[in-house]
């Protein structure tokens, strides 16, 4: 089983507009809401391509039904720490005219220091009954910066973590030297605090990183593909031409790809064309609507990875 970790999930506000203008007027040609967040988005993805997958975390009382109805029907085992107030929502407005996505994010409701102990409880639970943990997503308020660091270390060696955030929780994640971690390109550089303006100094930045001790590091960079490091090496996966429709849950996607091939005995190679075929799949999806099955195995046939 794969369990992932839900700390501030999301209702995903997705609008559709003809052109949008900044300081006018916009009118919405379509919308739609969907139950979510990465953690939760990554549970479905691995529950559609064949994986037993679960999802734990914190769910605000008011909006709750939504998630256990979405998780429900997608066949995800579900266990969440009821906390006051009500579920944040996140506008993403899609320029149809530009493809451009524009996300305006709350925060998300606080959480005191007993709904982390308990969390952290939980974690180590479904940690011994899994063969991935993932934290994945934005801190709620009330979290501390290294709540993703103290989780992985909770955990130690019962199961193997994966780690997808960004600025602090990513920086204090990687010193409990999660097993894989997948920056996009923006976030790595951030952390480095330079920018890496080529494949190479993208491959040498990644491969630092397993030297430090994470097995795997994928790097996403858009329309310009992903990479792959190992001790084995780099791999890398170039994009497929497609017209995209939400970037929303590409990422979560990816990683849910990546992990099922693993999980079921794949190269590493052909795990990795696995999460890319995922999130393709995933792009051409309206709104938050995931990966498609039988998108998903047309992406299959059509993704390569080389080794650099």
Do not use: W
């Amino acid at each position: 089983m794969i369990t992932t970790v839900s700390l501030n999930p999301s209702v995903d506000r997705t609008l559709s507009i003809d052109g949008f203008h900044y300081g006018g007027m916009n009118r919405v040609m379509s919308s739609r809401d969907d139950a979510c967040g990465k953690a939760v988005n990554l549970a479905i993805v691995l529950s559609r391509l064949g994986a037993s997958s679960s999802c734990i975390g914190f769910l605000a009382q008011q909006g709750a039904t939504a998630f256990e109805q979405r998780l429900n029907e997608n066949g995800v085992s579900h266990r969440f720490i009821s906390t006051p107030g009500r579920v944040r929502v996140n506008i993403k407005l899609f320029d149809e005219q530009q493809h451009v996505i524009t996300e305006i994010n709350e925060r998300g409701e606080r959480v005191t220091q007993d709904d982390l102990a308990q969390l952290m409880q939980l974690a180590q639970q479904y940690a011994r009954q899994s063969e991935y943990l993932v934290l994945t997503g934005s801190l709620p308020p009330g979290c501390p910066e290294d709540y993703y660091e103290t989780l992985i270390r909770s955990v130690g060696d019962t199961c193997r973590c994966v780690l997808d955030a960004d600025g602090a929780p990513f920086a204090k994640g990687l010193m409990a030297k999660p097993y894989f971690i997948k920056p996009n390109r923006a976030e790595l550089e951030s952390h480095l605090g330079r920018r890496l303006d080529t494949m190479d100094e993208i491959g040498r930045a990644a491969d630092a990183l397993v030297r430090q001790g994470i097995a795997l590091v994928c790097v996403t960079m858009g329309d310009q593909g992903a990479l792959m490091a190992s001790d084995d090496g780099l791999l890398f996966a170039p994009p497929l031409p497609l017209k995209v429709r939400s970037t929303v849950g590409a990422g979560d996607s990816l990683i849910g790809g990546v992990l099922h091939g693993l999980r079921s005995g794949e190269a590493l190679a052909d795990a990795f064309r696995m999460g890319v075929a995922a999130a393709s799949a995933s792009v051409v999806s309206e709104g938050t609507d995931l990966v498609d099955a039988d998108i998903y195995r047309q992406m299959l046939d059509k993704t390569i990875v080389k080794r650099l």
